[in-house]
């Protein structure tokens, strides 16, 4: 079976730009969320989203946004880059986001803002 | 407030030797999971462990285990018998609660296993 899937893997942008990163959970994860992961730290938590529904959200700033389909895949869109978005994005996915279910990731896509 | 502890910047191993790799966490919560993910050049966030805050046992995946020790607060991953492939950083993390898939990371660790 297919893991989490993310594209693209690397995007380069300018400052002011918009951005959509796209990512697909594992076959039968109803749970998708996302986190951005900056050079030398640990990831931090953007938003969940559960049955298209949002469950969560991280202390971003409006700026980021998400959504999620039908199939549970999911994009995550940044508007009016700054250069402190550059980061690898990561996409996680869970069955239905319970305590003791293992959450898996993807191989992120990396963010570069110019 | 929820917090995850990582002092080992880095850590050396031999190969074929064990390696314990330390995390302390903070929480007000009764119920919450421990993750370890093993992050290498590549990026990808590679699932390791997971040991919730009910479960009597330690949990343990093949070469991994989870030294889970409730009252201090501890979730230590040990890897036994290091391989190459073992460089990497680690994080270890905390879900708080049930339903969410919010995730709280600490700093990390940076295995190197010579041979």
């Known amino acids: 079976d297919a893991g989490v899937t993310q594209s693209p893997t690397h995007l380069i942008k300018t400052r002011g730009q918009h951005v959509t990163l796209r990512c697909s959970p594992i076959?039968?994860?109803?749970?998708v969320s996302w986190y951005q992961q900056v050079l030398g730290q640990g990831p931090q938590f953007i938003f969940q989203?559960?049955?298209?529904?949002?469950?969560g959200r991280g202390n971003f700033p409006d700026r980021f946004s998400a959504r999620q389909f039908p199939n549970y895949s999911s994009e995550l869109n940044v508007n009016a880059l700054l250069l402190g978005d550059s980061a690898l994005y990561l996409c996680?996915?869970?069955?239905?986001?319970?305590?003791?279910?293992?959450?898996?990731f993807g191989s992120g896509t990396q963010l570069s803002v110019l | 407030a929820q917090k995850i502890t990582q002092t080992q910047p880095g850590m050396f191993v031999q190969e074929k030797e064990a390696v314990t790799l330390d995390c302390t966490y903070d929480?007000?919560?009764?119920?919450?999971?421990l993750f370890w993910y093993k992050q290498p050049s590549s990026g990808e966030m590679i699932f390791l462990i997971y040991?919730?805050?009910?479960?009597?046992q330690n949990a343990t995946e093949g070469r991994y285990s989870l030294n889970f020790q409730k009252a201090r607060k501890s979730a230590n991953l040990v890897i036994s018998a290091s391989q190459l492939g073992d460089s990497a950083m680690y994080f270890c993390?905390?879900?708080?609660?049930?339903?969410?898939?919010?995730?709280?990371f600490g700093t990390g660790t940076r295995l190197q296993v010579f041979p």
């Open positions: 929480t007000s919560d009764p119920s919450y999971g």
């Open positions: 040991q919730g805050s009910y479960d009597q």
């Open positions: 993390a905390m879900r708080e609660g049930d339903r969410t898939d919010k995730l709280i």
């Open positions: 989203y559960y049955e298209k529904e949002e469950r």
């Open positions: 076959s039968g994860h109803k749970s």
């Open positions: 996680a996915s869970s069955l239905e986001g319970f305590l003791n279910e293992k959450l898996f």
